[in-house]
């Protein structure tokens, strides 16, 4: 490992690249191959409401990845939004309440998260850990014996509706995307996150506010997971307590495949976009094409390792390759002047 | 542990200085306070509930958390060495579909199905053992690469089946107790404990463990083949979890596709809250067997108290809250250093 980094814009800028020429060849194969998938068109839209929460859950995801932290709890606070607004729906509340109370109870458990790895200095490991734990039994125990279901149709529009083809929880996962892109890229609290990730002590040295940064990134990752578990619920029109920490898994997968470095302060979220959708696809796909769900996850599995080992080795003969080039101009110039 | 560096990150070391009285030394042994805990939760539940103490109920608790131990094991030498490995649960459960369709559509005996557990486990963990040790994965990426991996292959190896007739010369061992209250699984488990606590704690392979989880630099310069290191935590983890399947089929007498997708975080919690730190460099066997015992005794008790099923993970998820609360309160308090973040030498 050598202690040169190198400027981001010289990092592997292929793959963005890489993955949107990975969703275009998987995208004509299913076509090729299964007829339903395309559809005249818009069936292929429509897939992109079943991975919708996913990707709105790696979004919220990608931001505290960024810091070099990690929340496992999200999916977990999925599932407990899910329930708290079907259980809100079931007792006659209105849509636009289910879902204020769903977020509002999601970004709270955030905030919690926030607030004790920020304070308390805990390893977000441990503590999302420890939070999945607890927030899985409040889930299932909101939801009961037997949890709600047959919502109102002005709420599950949220999950099936579409406007002129375009699926509503694809332009909501699009604006999230966008927000958060815009929110990483081009903001204080971005760049603080970023640098939070790249270097904590640098990040204190420099004077950024590293507690509040924290608080606001977990907390902002549980309003996404209640966004999340909002669609989740709309879309099956019920409101099981395991319904969204299934989708923890595929979740961080898309965060890493888009690229993120799990240590924090390097990655793109278009990129996480971009693998939101690879991965979505492919799952689709192959469930389409009559596989079980356990072999799509294994496949995923695969996927993961072989692009992350691809990657690896890319960037490792990148950088040395890089350092050795550096180094030879040292000497030449020291050679040069000296 | 007073290393230099921890020393260093103490907020007063002069606190460090005076020597502590001994029971304050006796309780910071993680083991030895864990186990005061449980006499504690044991005492309590039985002066409510007199049937907590029956000779049956202690053999459950301990037959129960066999299966726990085995994974926590093995999670104890990767955390040791500041790796994580997310696929124990599903080695362990790979390993009971496998051993247990053996067992029951050829008659296989329980030595050989020991035997080919272990070695299961090893070819499993050997996996990810080259990811993290020879491509140098980031740990928790590799081991979540994996989980996935290996949670299908479940499916794919069940084929819809399921393991449910396991004749009862195998499942008596999990039944049958030596002494009341002690079953015999638990007299089975209990040299694997002590082998791991002895290769820890005597032999330089279980020295150079903490070494390198506690920095991978020095132990890099110290002449330690980092890597080598790294590359045998996860395959020793692999073969625990291998044996862990076997204890499964043993204690519970089935297995299924989804057996063990939800042990992996426990058996870190156990690891956790016997001792072992996600920062590496401390932990070690006898934790990874308390830590187990602890959560199994903690949930019974609270389903005597009457307290939900519901509400058992979030029983898990307090108990590591604690656990963890209090270990950053003991050691080195506020130390920004992030945990994950791979030391530079084990590249």
């Known amino acids: 490992m050598t202690a040169l980094d190198l400027p981001r814009r010289w990092r592997l800028p292929a793959w963005g690249t890489c993955l949107v020429i990975a969703i275009a060849a998987e995208l004509i194969y299913f076509t090729l191959t299964t007829r339903q998938f395309a559809g005249h068109g818009t069936g292929m839209l429509d897939l992109t409401e079943q991975f919708a929460p996913t990707g709105v859950l790696a979004l919220g995801l990608a931001m505290v990845i960024l810091t070099g932290n990690i929340d496992l709890s999200c999916g977990a606070s999925a599932s407990l939004a899910a329930v708290v607004a079907g259980t809100v729906l079931a007792k006659g509340g209105g849509p636009v309440l289910a879902i204020v109370a769903a977020i509002a109870v999601s970004t709270l458990f955030g905030l919690f998260n926030g607030l004790i790895v920020a304070l308390i200095g805990i390893d977000s490991l441990l503590v999302t850990l420890a939070t999945q734990f607890i927030l899985t039994s409040i889930a299932t125990s909101v939801a009961g014996a037997s949890p709600p279901f047959g919502f109102p149709s002005g709420f599950t529009l949220i999950g099936q509706g579409s406007v002129d083809d375009v699926p509503i929880a694809l332009l909501v996962l699009l604006v999230i995307g966008l927000l958060v892109i815009v929110a990483v890229g081009y903001t204080g609290l971005g760049r603080s996150l970023t640098l939070i990730g790249y270097s904590p002590r640098a990040a204190l040295y420099s004077g950024i506010a590293i507690r509040g940064s924290l608080t606001a990134v977990f907390t902002l990752c549980g309003a996404m997971s209640g966004v999340a578990g909002v669609l989740l619920a709309a879309y099956y029109n019920s409101a099981q307590p395991q319904i969204g920490t299934d989708l923890l898994l595929p979740a961080i997968t898309a965060v890493i495949l888009g690229g993120m470095d799990i240590f924090g302060g390097r990655g793109r979220i278009a990129e996480v976009v971009l693998a939101v959708f690879l991965l979505g696809f492919l799952s689709q796909g192959m469930l389409i094409e009559g596989d079980s769900s356990l072999s799509i996850t294994m496949i995923t599995g695969l996927v993961l390792i072989g692009a992350l080992v691809i990657k690896f080795a890319f960037e490792r003969n990148f950088r040395q390759r890089m350092s050795a080039r550096l180094h030879r101009f040292r000497t030449l110039s020291r050679d040069a002047h000296g | ?347």
Do not use: C, K
Request: hydrophobic share 50%; charged share 10%.
């Open chain 2, 1 to 347: 542990m007073t290393t230099a560096r921890n020393l260093r990150a103490r907020s007063s070391a002069w606190r460090e200085l005076r020597m502590p009285s001994r029971w304050a030394l006796l309780l910071r042994r993680r083991e030895i306070l864990v186990t005061a805990v449980i006499i504690i939760v044991v005492a309590a539940s039985t002066a409510s509930h007199p049937y907590f103490w029956s000779s049956a109920n202690v053999a459950f608790i301990f037959a129960d958390s066999v299966v726990i131990t085995f994974l926590a094991l093995g999670e104890s030498f990767v955390m040791i060495g500041r790796g994580i490995d997310l696929s124990v649960g599903a080695v362990m459960g790979l390993s009971a579909i496998v051993v247990g369709f053996r067992i029951q559509n050829h008659g296989m005996t329980l030595l050989p199905a020991v035997l080919l557990g272990a070695g299961l486990g090893v070819a499993l963990g050997l996996g990810n053992a080259l990811l993290v040790g020879v491509v140098r994965l980031p740990p928790i990426i590799a081991t979540l690469g994996t989980l996935s991996v290996y949670s299908g292959l479940e499916f794919v190896v069940t084929n819809g089946n399921q393991v449910d007739t396991i004749p009862s010369s195998i499942t008596n061992l999990g039944s049958h107790t030596v002494l009341p209250g002690i079953p015999v699984i638990l007299v089975l488990t209990l040299p694997f404990v002590l082998v791991s606590a002895w290769v820890l704690r005597y032999t330089a392979f279980g020295r150079s463990i903490y070494a390198v989880g506690d920095d991978a630099e020095a132990a890099y310069r110290a002449g330690i083949g980092v890597q080598r290191v790294v590359f045998l935590t996860y395959v020793i983890s692999g073969l625990f979890a291998g044996l862990g399947g076997v204890a499964f089929l043993i204690y519970t007498s089935g297995a299924s596709s989804t057996t063990g997708i939800n042990d992996n975080l426990t058996a870190i919690a156990a690891a956790i809250i016997g001792g072992t730190a996600l920062t590496g460099g401390v932990g070690g066997a006898f934790g990874a067997l308390v830590g187990s015992v602890f959560l199994t005794v903690t949930l019974t008790a609270m389903s005597f108290a009457h307290v939900s099923d519901v509400w058992q993970p979030a029983g898990v998820g307090v108990l590591v809250l604690l656990a963890v609360v209090y270990d950053s309160r003991s050691r080195a308090g506020g130390t920004r250093r992030s945990p994950r973040r791979r030391p530079r030498g084990a590249r």
